[in-house]
């Protein structure tokens, strides 16, 4: 297995290389040059693996010839102690044929533990078999930042730097980043948004000194982040097979998430229509509807992890809707950079629908929904989650299983909670004691020379 970038002008690499790496030199995002579907048989067969059995199947996949398949599943093994439910991600019955997968068993209380965790013990043993150092850079929108730093925490190979929007993540949030006690983290608040920090990243990976400080990537352009999170695709779908290919609705940001549910479906597994829903940064369903993908200014809403105007991985998805063509994909990104828009030609948004549907969520049907679900379920649902179960309402496909993707606990969100149901989830109580710690963070402008400097300091 080899990789190439979405705009067609970087050598290939091999998966333990792209796993420290960030972009490719050209400014695009890594792809396998080819996904085989597995067997019908095979798929069969895996109905009966544990979580961990699949993890090992799907990452070494990916993985290919670049890393012993038995070093994949002792870091599956080893990324997987820290979840604290025996079936890692529990499907729970909504009611009639609609489910709820939930993803939010891991340290930090968020469907990024589940990637983060497992990529941590690759990259970890990648350097020590190297014999080199990392550090890791990443802008966060509050869950990536907290489960990078969590699953990085005291590693002596690798330092952090997490930036996030100042005055933009939950209360909760920030404390799981900034009370971590380990001197390899260093918190950023960034005066600005999420594209901001998100840009700023992108700027320091392709800045001269990037190589130099050893950068290395852990957001969602990250592949073996994706491809950690397909497993929970396989395995839900794995689930669910007697009753139907599962149509999963997934409250969607980066648009990595629901680009991994994607990838479950290249492979095989019996997976049906993707439903993303956003909140009234409503982006993506925009550009569904239209063809015309047009960023606007990021609006706070009740789910700010997915406040985001710009979907890195949305790249992803459109080279294979364009069959791979480097040339225009390179054309529109250059556009959006530029231009902050771009358009897409009829025909590839035909191929796009096949697999995607967009729903819009406004902040009252959030909060309405969080009721709804109490009311029936007797079950509290974040912010984020809302979004996709609101959504999966108007789906229309009674011989399918419905899943909506829990994304977060609820308790990491209390604002909207406490909006909707007049009290709070309690945190676990392991996570509240750690987070009653002192906070560590610096404050710095939206300034790659600022920024530069300071990840010099703390090289
Ligand atoms: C990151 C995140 C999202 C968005 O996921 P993407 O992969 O960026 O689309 C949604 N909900 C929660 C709780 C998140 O942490």
């Not at 792809?31 to 990452?59: C, G, V, W």
């Not at 009311?375 to 108007?394: G, Q, V, W």
């Amino acid at each position: 297995m080899q990789y190439v970038s979405t705009r067609g002008h970087s050598a290939r690499k091999s998966f333990s290389v792209i796993l420290t790496a960030a972009l490719a030199q050209d400014g695009g995002l890594y792809m396998p040059d080819h996904i085989d579907s597995f067997t019908h048989e095979e798929i069969t067969a895996l109905k009966d693996a544990s979580y961990a059995q699949l993890a090992t199947r799907i990452l070494s996949y990916f993985a290919g010839d670049s890393i012993a398949c038995s070093d994949v599943e002792q870091a599956i093994e080893k990324g997987l102690k820290r979840f604290t439910s025996p079936q890692i991600a529990p499907l729970t019955k909504l009611g009639g044929n609609r489910w709820l997968l939930e993803l939010y068993h891991g340290p930090t209380l968020a469907f990024k533990d589940y990637a983060l965790q497992i990529v941590a013990e690759l990259i970890n043993d990648q350097l020590n078999r190297t014999d080199q150092r990392a550090m890791v850079l990443c802008a966060t929108s509050g869950d990536t930042g907290a489960a990078a730093a969590a699953a990085f925490a005291g590693r002596n190979r690798v330092k952090v730097v997490v930036l996030h929007p100042e005055g933009r993540v939950s209360d909760v949030q920030r404390r799981q980043m900034t009370t971590l006690p380990n001197d390899n983290i260093l918190n950023v608040a960034i005066r600005g948004d999420f594209d901001d920090c998100q840009a700023l990243v992108k700027a320091m990976f392709q800045d001269s000194i990037a190589d130099d400080l050893k950068l290395t990537a852990v957001n969602s352009i990250n592949w073996a982040r994706i491809v950690s999170q397909v497993v929970y695709y396989a395995w839900a779908s794995l689930q669910l097979a007697d009753k139907g290919n599962p149509h999963f609705v997934v409250p969607t940001g980066n648009f990595g998430n629901i680009l991994a549910a994607q990838v479950a479906r290249k492979l095989g597994f019996p997976i049906g229509q993707l439903t993303l829903s956003s909140n009234e940064n409503d982006v993506l369903p925009r550009f569904f509807e239209s063809g015309h993908m047009q960023r606007r200014e990021t609006l706070p809403s009740l789910s700010p992890s997915m406040d985001i105007q710009v979907s890195s991985n949305f790249e992803r998805a459109l080279w294979w809707a364009m069959d791979c063509d480097s040339d225009a994909l390179r054309a529109s990104q250059q556009a959006l950079a530029e231009t902050g828009e771009y358009a897409v030609p009829e025909d590839i948004m035909t191929s796009l629908r096949e697999h995607f549907n967009a729903v819009r969520c406004t902040k009252v049907d959030a909060v309405k929904e969080i009721q709804r679900v109490h009311k029936e379920n007797n079950l509290a649902i974040c912010p984020h989650t809302a979004t996709a179960s609101f959504a999966s309402r108007s789906i229309d496909d009674s011989n399918n299983p419905v899943v909506v993707v829990a994304t977060a606990h609820p308790a990491k969100f209390p604002v909207g909670v406490e909006q909707a149901l007049g009290a709070v989830e309690p945190l676990p109580d392991d996570i509240e004691r750690a987070l009653s710690g002192e906070e560590r963070f610096i404050t710095l402008d939206a300034d790659l020379d600022q920024l530069r400097q300071k990840l010099i300091d703390f090289s």
